[in-house]
């Protein structure tokens, strides 16, 4: 086993990785869409720059339109996902090269058995290496001189030779990703992940703003007066995630088994962004002012205007629980500005997102996850208030970790949440990256 620093090399999302040991745990997708979106192929021969990450999509969309398996599919976007780590030799060169031959392909096996497809036939294996030498013709017949071969292989997708900037094929890249694996975790259903976060506007509460990713079409969004509403829409969903406190304690000693705490250690510079959870009996109070003074006597913590603010939406989902336990476990608490956190390398965004740099810097994590971000955006601003605009991101980015959580698994905070009195977890629910 091959432990020393000196022969690792530092990922995108600062991963030691070993590339003559490696190992599944530590490939990352994000590395790969990353490394291989500034790669050019053709060693930098081409005319204009070509990326193997665009060269892998178009791979993957020959594969379906070839009508072959999501395992096929996935086995073309990560067929060249070694040069991540190793970099890519030249055809005439690698020939005499057998030690980086066997490096390459024990790298391209682990990185498969990541994304569990490492049990590919001699079949599969066939199809992808004629898809990948079909579209190497036609990349040289369109950004080089002339094709690679005598005959010109067919294609049946429209291939995108385009010259693109890296960060669209990189978010592209993990977009389609996620799709082909949500279809195979669904056994070929239309996988779901909804986002939902609370919403409103002054003097009127529109209620809850909720994003969904499916698999197979995309995206959309609404908003919903009530969580039974959402319920009605989305009661197929895989995955449902939203900011909004579950499991609501009724003593001092089930407080502290609140996941708030440990978050806003994990959130260092933006723990504001957690606030107190009432207790259940603050919650189902008549007025402000008897709320806060419950909670002081039951949790010795008081209440600020934020918290008092969702009293509301919180005892609206405690109900909806309570009176509907089939969804216990499938509603999830989640936390939008942890989700940015994972998603930008475990780093709290310190930004504020009702400012324009801070929804900016927001909007371009996202695009790194989900290709469809800007079209999202700008069809929310044309529907929809400016100011509802930051909880549809948020709800954005829960649907994101909720696709990353349904390929990958989720954990929680705390590591096995304990339960309140009726039974809903107190936890955090998030997506192992």
Known sequence: MISKRENAILTYTNTLFYPLAPRAEEVKVEDIAHALSQMCRANGHFRTFYSVAQHSINCAKEAKARGLSDKVQLACLLHDASEAYISDI?????????????????????????????NLTDDECGQVGDIDNALLHHEFEHLHYRGIFDFSPRLYADADFTERSMTSVEAEFLQLIQRIMSHIVGGGNNCKCVGIDSCKKTGQHYGWAAFWIEADSGYSFDVYPAITDIMADHHDAGCILIDIPIGLPETEQENRLRPDRELRGRLKGKSSSVFNTPCRQAVYSREKQEAKAVNLAITKKSLSEQS???????????????????????????????????????????????EDSGFAERREVLKRYFADTENALCEIRSQYPKRLLDDFVDAMVLAVIGVAGTQRGFETIPEQPAKDSKGLPMEIVYARM
Do not use: W
């Not at 020939?95 to 498969?112: A, C, G, P, S, T």
């Not at 109900?319 to 476990?329: D, H, Q, S, T, V």
């Not at 930008?344 to 310190?350: A, E, N, Q, S, T």
């Open 90 to 118: 030249t055809r005439p060169v690698k020939y005499y090269l057998d030690d980086y031959k066997k490096i390459e392909r024990n790298l391209q096996q682990v990185i498969y058995e990541k994304f569990g497809i490492a």
């Open 308 to 354: 008092l603010g969702f009293s509301k939406k919180i005892r609206e989902v405690d109900e909806f629980l309570r009176a509907n336990p089939r969804y216990i476990g499938r509603i999830r608490e989640s936390h939008p500005e942890y989700g940015f956190a994972l998603l930008d390398g475990g780093k709290p965004l310190l930004s504020r997102k009702t």
